[in-house]
Nanobody, 122 residues
Framework: QVQLVESGGGLVQAGGSLRLSCAASGRIFSISAMGWYRQAPGKQRELVATITSGGSTNYADSVKGRFTISRDNAKNTMYLQMNSLKPEDTAVYYC????????????????WGQGTQVTVSS
């Protein structure tokens, strides 16, 4: 059974920083891409950043230059360094593993974490 567990959320003042972590555990052979998504109250879930197994990254325009996504493939762990946080960054942040195989011949599956709350006060 594969699990994704996020940590590092919390309450921070505007301009502050937080670092989120996402640890994938269980039987994992490979993960094609991992990403962070967020959902604010009353809004749809939106992409924050993604990173491939090769290290290619993609960011939402709203976080470019402030957030940095990284990944440790050996540990199946992903990070999101969030700097210069704004009140509009307040949301539940979700970790996603896309294209995960549990065996070399297994099918590609998509997994989500349970989410971690980030609240930025003005």
């Amino acid at each position: 059974q594969v699990q994704l567990v996020e940590s590092g959320g919390g309450l921070v003042q505007a301009g502050g920083s937080l670092r989120l972590s996402c640890a994938a555990s269980g039987r994992i052979f490979s993960i094609s891409a991992m990403g962070w998504y967020r959902q604010a109250p009353g809004k749809q879930r939106e992409l924050v950043a993604t990173i491939t197994s090769g290290g290619s990254t993609n960011y939402a325009d709203s976080v470019k230059g402030r957030f940095t996504i990284s990944r440790d493939n050996a540990k199946n762990t992903m990070y999101l360094q969030m700097n210069s946080l704004k009140p509009e960054d307040t949301a539940v942040y979700y970790c996603n593993a896309d294209g995960l195989r549990t065996t070399p011949w297994g099918s590609l599956r998509d997994y989500w974490g349970q989410g971690t709350q980030v609240t930025v006060s003005s």
